[in-house]
């Protein structure tokens, strides 16, 4: 759960301590296990128990500030990390500049990007060689139309390890993303250019991917596929992708199925597998997908699955159902505005 110092939200004054002692915290324990299995009602809940046993209060807000966020609340998220940072005691540690970062990320999603890049100041003042902090600082600039601190930060970021390929794609998606998608791909550009030696062929192939050189891309993620050390899942998903780009369904299908022939327990290869089945006009095949992901039970994906699988039977016109499966999906996630709306249409058919 690391990711956490506080730049204070309305001032510049710094809050530095760590959090109390790690006995007695059941609930705290509880409530960590269910944000990690993305069970955020559960989570807050447990939160709200552990304040009842009187367990340790830094803990509790920091619990809940990140429970908050990744249930879309983000205000309540910041006034719990705050909270949580506030009530630290003791020497600054790794938890704090990770509370931090969550604290940047609600403020990110608040659109408060002057107060998100006071909190990654503070960090980069005690942290000066942390690169994750100027790229996202560099990404907080961009967003509130900085655009030449922004890319000094990114240049900063680059300068720290000239190696890290990984992070130079996370660049270039920031700069596409914000409009400077030509400033990007000039570093994605150099990147694969001067340092093809000492890439993985997955690094190459994002690369490729994202320059358009979907030959390319196939060749070096095909090999990457093949490597015993490398990760399957991510590479199989921009492989997929590759064929998608350009139209070619049957080379993605062929891609997703061949992996979970294998690794059958891959929620996001099953979501994948079905959007495709769908733009094909198989929604039988998409229903299938849909249902063998749902049956994962990967509570970080339960929710779009879900969703797509309403979608299927709609292009199928099963209208009676989807409105069955959508009142279903509506007491999991209540929040879902466009949920609600598209359950009213679905209501009139």
């Not at 001032?11 to 990690?36: K, V």
């Not at 340790?56 to 949580?84: F, N, P, T, V, W």
């Amino acid at each position: 759960m690391k990711r956490g110092i506080v730049a204070g939200a309305l001032s510049l004054t710094i809050l530095l301590s760590g959090c109390g002692s790690l006995a007695g915290r059941h609930s705290i324990d509880s409530g960590f296990a269910y944000i990690e299995s993305h069970e955020y009602t559960s989570a807050l809940e447990s939160f709200e128990e552990a304040e009842k046993n009187g367990e340790d209060a830094c803990l509790i807000h920091r619990g809940k500030g990140i429970a908050y966020l990744y249930s879309g609340e983000y205000e309540q998220a910041a006034e719990e990390l705050l909270s949580s940072l506030a009530s630290d005691e003791g020497i600054v540690d790794d938890m704090d500049f990770d509370t931090n970062y969550y604290l940047a990320e609600s403020y990110m999603k608040l659109g408060e990007y002057s107060k998100a890049k006071e909190v990654y100041d503070a960090i980069i003042g005690l942290r000066s060689g942390d690169i994750n902090a100027y790229y996202l600082r560099g990404t907080c600039e961009l967003s509130s139309g900085n655009h030449d601190s922004g890319y000094a930060d990114f240049t900063k970021a680059i300068s720290l390890n000239p190696k890290d390929y990984s992070m130079m794609i996370m660049i270039y998606k920031s700069l596409a993303e914000n409009g400077y998608e030509e400033e990007g791909v000039s570093i994605i550009t150099r990147a694969l250019e001067n340092g093809s030696d000492y890439m993985t062929n997955y690094e190459k192939g994002q690369i490729s991917f994202y320059l358009g050189n979907n030959a390319d891309a196939q060749s070096y993620l095909e090999a990457a596929r093949s490597e015993r050390d490398q990760e399957k899942e991510p590479v199989v998903l921009l492989l997929g992708q590759t064929g998608e780009v350009q139209g070619d369904y049957n080379y993605a299908i062929s891609v997703y199925k061949t992996y979970l022939s294998e690794n059958p327990n891959s929620a996001k290869v099953y979501n994948q597998l079905g959007m495709c089945q769908i733009k094909q006009g198989d929604y039988e095949g998409a229903v299938s997908s849909f249902q063998s992901g749902i049956e994962i039970n990967d509570k970080s994906l339960n929710q779009a699955l879900m969703l797509n699988e309403i979608t299927a039977y709609e292009y199928m016109g099963e209208f009676g159902l989807a409105s069955s499966l959508m009142t279903t999906y509506l007491q999991e996630y209540p929040q879902d505005e466009a949920a609600v709306r598209e359950n009213v249409f679905l209501s009139t058919r």
